[in-house]
Each structure stands twice: as C-alpha cells, then as structure tokens.
C-alpha cells in the first residue's frame, strides 16, 4: 500500500474543512469539552458558545421564564436570515 502524497494529503483535508464547515452552517450543533473544562455549544453562529457546569445549570433552569420573555419581545427581536 502506498503512502499518499502531499497532494492528496492536502486535497482530503480540504475536503474533510468543507464538510466540518457544511455541517456547522446546515445547523448541526456539537458539544465539545473545551481545554478549560467548560461545555462548548459549535453551530449557534460564528463562535462557540462556552460556559462552564454552573451556568449551563443555571440557563437550563431558566429556559421556561426565556421562553416567555422572548415570545412576549418577539417584535422587538431581530430574526437571522438564513
């Protein structure tokens, strides 16, 4: 068997980027465990979103009073095109 060039070394790890990068922008959420010992969310936007067990304790028992709060401010709210 033998060993794959530079060429095609470089070729599969693009090819690998595009489809990290399509399932990041088809809206498929990943959680990661950052160096930092923190949840990180991949897929929301741009950046991940990392908070550490605490918070994410603390917004999970928020999420029902969120809901409320964003359906009563929806008007205001900007909705990302996408």
């Known amino acids: 068997m033998a060993e794959p ?3 095609e070394l470089k070729a599969r790890l693009s090819d690998l980027e595009k489809q990290v990068e399509t ?3 088809s809206g498929v959420m990943q959680f990661r465990v950052s160096e930092k010992g923190g949840v ?3 897929g929301l936007g741009r950046f991940p979103v ?3 067990y605490e918070q994410w304790t ?3 028992n928020a ?3 969120l809901k409320v709060f964003i ?3 929806k008007s ?3 909705m990302k095109e996408g």
């Open 5 to 7: 060039t530079y060429e």
């Open 23 to 25: 399932k990041t922008k």
């Open 40 to 42: 990180s969310v991949y």
């Open 50 to 52: 990392t908070l550490y």
């Open 58 to 60: 603390k917004l999970l």
């Open 63 to 65: 999420v029902p009073d």
């Open 71 to 73: 359906e009563e401010n």
């Open 76 to 78: 205001k709210l900007k």
